[in-house]
Every structure is written in C-alpha cells, then in structure tokens.
C-alpha cells in the first residue's frame, strides 16, 4: 500500500519546528497521575479486576515529547516502556525529559506507527494519544499497532471528533487560504492565525469559541500550529470512528471518560425520550449524544482489547465477599475523608468508607478477604459496590 510521505514529512516538519506537547521538563517524578496511564487502574476499569501480572511491556505509540511517556514509567514502577515517534525533534526532548526525571525504564526509536513491526515482541498497554487522526491512513496505523498487542492485552486510543472542532476546522481552512504559497511554513501560519483572531469581533463564533475553550493552552505557539496549522487531520464522527476500531480487528471495551456518553444526561427528564431510545443500538445512542451534544464531544477516548480478556460480575454477595479489595492507586489527598478520585473528581467518604479504604490501602500486603475486612459490621456491600463503581477500590477474585 503506498504511504503519502510527502504528508508524512510535512507532520514531521511541524513537530520538529514545535516539538509536543511543549510541556516543562522537571528535575522530578510528573506530579498527579493520568489513570489511563496506570496498569492497575486501567486494566481494573475495563475489566473489573486487578490485573495478575505488573511486569508488562508498554508501549507509547507516538510519545512526542514524552509527556505522556513519562507518566506510564512513573506510574507502572515494574514495567518496560517504549516510546516512538515520526519526530526526531521531539524525542530529543522526550529523551531529555525522562533523563532528567529519573524514568529510567524507557527506550525510544524513531520510528513510524507505520513501522511498529520493527519492534521486538509484543506489548500489554499501548497508549496512542493524538496520533491516528493526524496520519495519511490512521486504518493502517491502527492495524500495526494492534498486530503488536498481546493477548489480554488493552490499547488506549484519542482522535478528534469532527462536530466538537468545527469551529477548528473553519479556521485551519481560513489560515490555510490566506497563507497560500507559504503554506507549510508553520512559524507564518501561527502568527497569521493570531492576527485573524485579532481582528475578527469579538462576539465572532471562532472568537468565542477559542476564548471559551482553547485559549488558554493555546498561548503557547506549539499547541497553536498543533491545532490550526497542522498539515494533516482526519475529524471522525461515531460512525467513520467505528469503522476504524472494526478495522483494527480489536474489541471495543468503552469510551474511558463514559460520563459524557451517558444519554440520560441529556434527556433524562423526559421518560418518552428514554422509552424511544431504548431500541437503539450503542453505537446508535452514541450518535444521538455527539448529534445532541456537539460542543462537548471534541473527542473520543477508549479502550480496545485483544481477546482473551476477564471480566468479573460483582452482582454476587457471595463473589464480592470472596474478593481481596485494594485501594485504587489514583487518588490525590489521601488519606483523607475528602479528595480527588481517579478521574480528579472531590470524594467525600463516610467515617464507615474511610475506615473501610484504610484497610483495603493495607491490604496489598496483608491479602484479606473482603468478608475479613468487612467482619466488624459498619459497611454494607451495597456501599462496597458504590465504591467500587466509583472505581476508588481494586478487586482480585477468589
């Protein structure tokens, strides 16, 4: 199949004159976490379970400059990461950033999506963030990474959705048309880019919507020309989205930010509207929430899997009390009756569900059941489940 390599080259030209994402690089461990990132929450979100095995293989599928690289070495302490990407300008910085990090337990190449089959062996996680939608052909990029993954194995994938970004699109187009000739000298789109928002009105649609949602993270020239000079976009919708994930051949476990999937949210006062939507197929009540809902569906993120994949059903007392719970990793003050769970949401727990997550944050050692933990009475299982679909606490089955 033949690759477009002169847009190949035009993105990496772009990232090598605005190396992304322009994060800071720091003497220490990033702080916060992205779940996403972490193999004990991830795998426990897509699966119900705490996985068996820590020492896995992970691979960041286009790590630009290693901001998201960084993380999965800090947040999976036994793993073996790799990173790579189109840019060689980029991974001089990724190189740079984990060097002085400490993260350690990483490897990068230069290497194209197209090329992963280059790599040894096979990976556990492989993180593709904000790569396939900017590739000639995101179906072959999708089909070589997931020749890479392993049984049991999860892929954590981030395009662009086409409704959300319209505004976007409209001026990636308008930039495009004035730069004419010089299109592709990104330095010029960037600054021609600030002088249209300058002077359009500021009641402007592209005016408000950039100021309502991107301004701020868009100071910065790099995620600028990364949004509207970008030589190469696909915008997908569920439907063309869906074609992508059925052809990468994986099985599609769900979006990792479901709330914004859920269309009860949208139409949950009105039962008839509910009742109708009930003989819609997922893919279909989908489509409804990004039709209904465009401004909040910029983008779509979630997990596929290569089969033999567990999932645990805790509907049962008698499983639930049999299962050795943990603390879920990703918390930010704990411990702490109030904090920020694993999507950095405020929590505030009960003295009954605080005392309960102390002994679950022991437990990785002590290996208690939960009918062990729970034997002094103060909290029912109803709440147990309520923590747990809050996914404050890991599982490991009898």
Not at 91 to 115: I, P
Not at 231 to 244: G, K
Request: net charge negative.
């Amino acid at each position: 199949m033949e690759i477009r390599q002169d847009i190949s080259n035009a993105v990496q030209r772009l990232y090598d004159t605005y190396p992304f994402p322009p994060e800071p690089l720091l003497d220490s461990p990033p702080p916060g976490y992205n779940w996403r990132w972490n193999w004990l929450a991830a795998y426990s979100f897509c699966t119900g379970q705490k996985p068996q095995k820590q020492e896995i293989r992970i691979l960041d599928a286009g790590c630009g400059t290693g901001v998201g690289t960084e993380y999965l070495v800090h947040l999976n302490p036994t793993a073996q990461v790799v990173g790579i990407d189109l840019s060689a300008g980029a991974l001089g910085v990724a190189q740079e950033r984990t060097r002085r990090s400490g993260a350690n337990r990483v490897e990068f190449h230069h290497l194209s999506l197209y090329d992963a089959d280059q790599l040894p062996g096979e990976f556990d996680l492989i993180n593709c963030v904000g790569v396939l939608h900017h590739l000639p052909d995101p179906i072959r990029g999708i089909k070589s990474l997931a020749a890479k993954l392993a049984p049991g194995g999860l892929m954590h994938i981030f395009v662009y959705a086409e409704l959300g970004r319209w505004e976007i699109q409209l001026m990636q187009q308008a930039i495009a048309l004035l730069q004419g000739d010089q299109r592709g000298d990104y330095r010029d789109g960037v600054q021609l880019g600030r002088q249209i928002f300058a002077a359009l009105p500021e009641n402007n649609r592209l005016v408000k919507r950039e100021r309502d949602r991107w301004s701020l993270e868009n100071q910065r020239d790099e995620c600028f020309a990364d949004m509207y000079v970008h030589p190469q976009e696909i915008d997908y919708n569920i439907e063309t989205l869906f074609e992508l994930i059925d052809a990468s051949g994986l099985d599609f476990l769900g979006f990792s930010n479901p709330r914004n999937w859920q269309l009860e949210r949208l139409i949950g006062k009105n039962p008839e509207l509910i009742k109708r939507s009930e003989n819609l197929s997922d893919r279909a009540k989908y489509r409804l929430i990004e039709l209904l809902d465009p401004e909040v569906i910029t983008h779509y993120e979630f997990f596929l899997s290569r089969p033999p994949l567990p999932a645990s059903d805790w509907s049962s007392d008698e499983a639930l009390l049999k299962a050795i719970p943990e603390r879920n990793p990703c918390m930010d003050g704990w411990p702490s009756r109030c904090l920020f769970n694993y999507d950095y949401q405020i929590i505030n727990l009960s003295e009954e569900e605080f005392q309960f997550l102390q002994a679950c944050d022991e437990n990785s050692t002590q290996q208690l059941t939960m009918k062990e933990i729970l034997a002094d009475g103060k909290l029912e299982l109803d709440k147990v489940r309520s923590l747990l679909s809050g996914q404050l606490i890991l599982l490991t089955p009898a």
